[in-house]
Every structure is written in structure tokens, then in C-alpha cells.
């Protein structure tokens, strides 16, 4: 069991660029959490998964923001035309029922310059 | 809504002796789940210790434990012989009528030698 892991640890782009993320959960847990953690802060809600369908979305969740996760493994997150409000740690996390701990990733940070 | 509240932004403790942390929360559900996460400097948010709201009997995880106050919607964490690793932020969080986890904003634990 390797645990939650994301992809890049760590993102700087510039205002308006598109990124991406990627979190791959641990193996055979069929929910899959996305959060952000601005400093200060405690990571918020952004949307969750499970298996493959989308079940809820936080109104954090701009139309700027697009989360996927084909075929119920791996799950990436996309951010378009990046705000400087966007800097944030983006953390992912997993769980094997509703009701499960929820484990987590080590988190991309994101810097919009 | 739920909403979880820790009103300590820092707390400090000398190495081998006890600390509590406070946290109060809100939440109009009658079945849910409270959680303590340690996130250390750079590093990824790991569990801590959980607790069914269900059970009267409060929960235990070696040298840290809660108290857990069902009416008064209080949830603190007790860390006994506290130790280096300790240092950390610690994040109290609910869940319940939702997959999603909510945070408090933390606070900030500081072991001295």
C-alpha cells in the first residue's frame, strides 16, 4: 500500500495559464476527495468522487475549476485561466466507504504569479 | 451547515507533558463523525484519532485521546508525554450528512525541549 500520491508536488504558473493535477488514491478505494488549503487555513471542500461519477461539488468550484476521474482510478484536476487567488495547496484524498477515514496526499501547491 | 471552530491558533507544551486542544463544532445531523488530523511542517496530513458520535465511550489512540462532550458539541484532544514529533498544526473536523470533511483552522503545537 503506497499511500495517496499527487503530481507535481509543487506547480508556478503564470496568470491565465491552464493547470493540471494529478492524485492517484490508494488502490482499490472508490472515493476520491479533492480539497485546497490556503495558508492560515484548513483545507475546504472542493468536490468528491465515487468510483467514476462526480457526486458533489462545492460552490468553491468556479466553471474555472473541471475535476475528472475516468474509470475510477486516478482522478486529475484542472484550473483554466489562473487567478492569483488560486495560490493554494491543493490536497487530495481517498477513502474505501462514506464512512472511512479519509487518507490523504501530500498536496500540490499551486503559485499564480 | 456544520461548522468546527478551534479558538486556539497556538498552543505550546514542554516535552513530556500534557496539552489539550480545544474544539467546538456545530451540525443539525444526528449521525456523524469527528476527527483530529496532524499535519506536520511540509509534510501530509495524517489521522490522528477519530470518533463515532454515536459512542458514549471516548476515543483512544495510545497517548492521545478525546473528550468527547456530545451536548455541549465539544471535542477536545489530549496529548499525554508529549514529545518532539508532536510539533505540528492540528486540525479538528466533522463530517456527517456529507461525504465532505469540514476543518477548523487549526492550531499550531509547539514541543519545547
Known amino acids: 500500500d503506497t499511500g495517496v500520491s499527487q503530481d507535481p508536488r509543487h506547480k508556478i504558473t503564470k496568470r491565465g495559464q491552464n493547470v493540471t493535477f494529478r492524485c492517484d488514491p490508494i488502490?482499490?478505494?472508490?472515493?476520491l476527495y479533492w480539497y485546497r488549503q490556503t495558508l492560515g487555513q484548513g483545507p475546504e471542500f472542493l468536490t468528491y468522487f465515487q468510483n467514476e461519477a462526480q457526486l458533489e461539488k462545492s460552490r468553491l468550484l468556479s466553471d474555472r475549476f473541471s475535476a475528472e476521474r475516468p474509470k475510477g482510478s486516478f482522478s486529475t484536476l484542472e484550473i483554466q485561466r489562473t487567478e492569483q487567488g488560486d495560490s493554494a495547496m491543493y490536497l487530495c484524498?481517498?477513502?474505501?466507504?462514506?464512512?472511512?477515514?479519509?487518507?490523504f496526499g501530500p498536496g500540490t501547491r499551486l503559485t499564480v504569479l | 451547515a456544520q461548522t468546527v471552530t478551534q479558538s486556539q491558533p497556538e498552543m505550546s507544551v514542554q516535552e513530556a507533558e500534557t496539552v489539550t486542544l480545544s474544539c467546538t463544532y456545530d451540525t443539525s445531523e444526528s449521525d456523524y463523525y469527528l476527527f483530529w488530523y496532524k499535519q506536520p511542517p511540509s509534510r501530509q496530513m495524517i489521522l490522528v484519532i477519530r470518533?463515532?458520535?454515536?459512542?458514549?465511550q471516548n476515543a483512544t489512540e495510545n497517548r492521545f485521546s478525546v473528550n468527547f462532550q456530545k451536548a455541549a458539541k465539544s471535542f477536545s484532544l489530549k496529548i499525554s508525554d508529549s514529545q518532539l514529533g508532536d510539533a505540528a498544526m492540528y486540525f479538528c473536523a466533522s463530517q456527517g450528512g456529507s461525504e465532505k470533511l469540514v476543518f477548523g483552522k487549526g492550531t499550531k503545537l509547539t514541543v519545547n525541549p
Open positions: 470518533q463515532e458520535a454515536y459512542k458514549q
Open positions: 488502490s482499490e478505494h472508490n472515493r
Open positions: 484524498a481517498s477513502s474505501i466507504y462514506s464512512a472511512d477515514t479519509q487518507y
